[in-house]
Each structure stands twice: as structure tokens, then as C-alpha cells.
């Protein structure tokens, strides 16, 4: 029952970089794969990346490619979305989630292969 808990997310203007945190309760074990999901107003839920027990495979949306980038530190039980030149369309609340199982490729960006959610924390692009 691993908690999972989101944190950073805020208002911010067009342009600006922000960074997401998720915060595990317990120890992460191989061979989970985490990744971030978004839902945005009027949409349905997105994949933005993901990154593999040992950070050697990372994954991301179409959408993001290019701007965000995905960490995690094992030491600190913690995995960050580094966000650049945000736009008014990354407005959401943004997730972080844990696979059950060394997931890769496609699966990676599918939410029906994430066992454990966080509460999400909201992110809001302005200007």
C-alpha cells in the first residue's frame, strides 16, 4: 500500500519552468516503472512520461517531448517532472503513478498498467 504524494504544482506564467515532485511513503522495488499522467479541463487523461526502475528507459508524450523531463532518485524515494517553456495547454492536474511490473514502450504510456495514483497536484499555465 504505497502512498504516492505530488507536490510543486502552482500558477505560472507562459514561458516559465516549474517542477513537480512525488514523494513514495515506502521503498520502491524493482522492477516498477513510474510515470506522470495529466487531465486537463474538457479532456480525458494523458500520458506525459515515465521512467524505469533504473532510469536507464524514459518515455514521453507527444506533447511534451522536447520540454519536460523525467528523474527520479531512489535514495530519496522520489521522482521529479522538470517542466521548460510551459504552455497554456499543460494547464492540468498532473499525477504520478506507479506500474506494477517492468512495463516498456506502449505500455508505459498506459494507464490501465499503473496500480498505484496519487492525488494529483494542479498545475496552471496563465498568459
Known amino acids: 500500500q504505497v502512498q504516492l504524494v505530488e507536490s510543486g504544482g502552482r500558477l505560472v506564467k507562459s514561458g516559465d519552468s516549474l517542477t513537480l515532485s512525488c514523494s513514495a511513503s515506502?521503498?520502491?522495488?524493482?522492477?516498477?516503472?513510474f510515470g506522470w499522467f495529466r487531465r486537463a479541463p474538457g479532456r480525458e487523461r494523458e500520458f506525459v512520461a515515465a521512467i524505469s526502475w533504473r532510469g536507464d528507459n524514459t518515455y514521453y508524450g507527444d506533447s511534451v517531448r522536447g520540454r519536460f523531463t523525467i528523474s527520479r532518485d531512489d535514495t530519496k524515494n522520489t521522482m521529479y517532472l522538470q517542466m521548460n517553456s510551459l504552455k497554456l495547454e499543460d494547464t492540468a492536474i498532473y499525477f504520478c503513478?506507479?506500474?506494477?511490473?517492468?512495463?516498456?514502450?506502449?505500455?508505459?504510456?498506459?494507464?490501465?498498467?499503473?496500480?498505484?495514483w496519487g492525488q494529483g497536484t494542479q498545475v496552471a499555465v496563465s498568459s
Open positions: 515506502t521503498r520502491v522495488f524493482n522492477p516498477y516503472m
Open positions: 503513478a506507479r506500474a506494477n511490473g517492468a512495463v516498456y514502450g506502449t505500455l508505459a504510456e498506459k494507464s490501465e498498467n499503473y496500480d498505484n
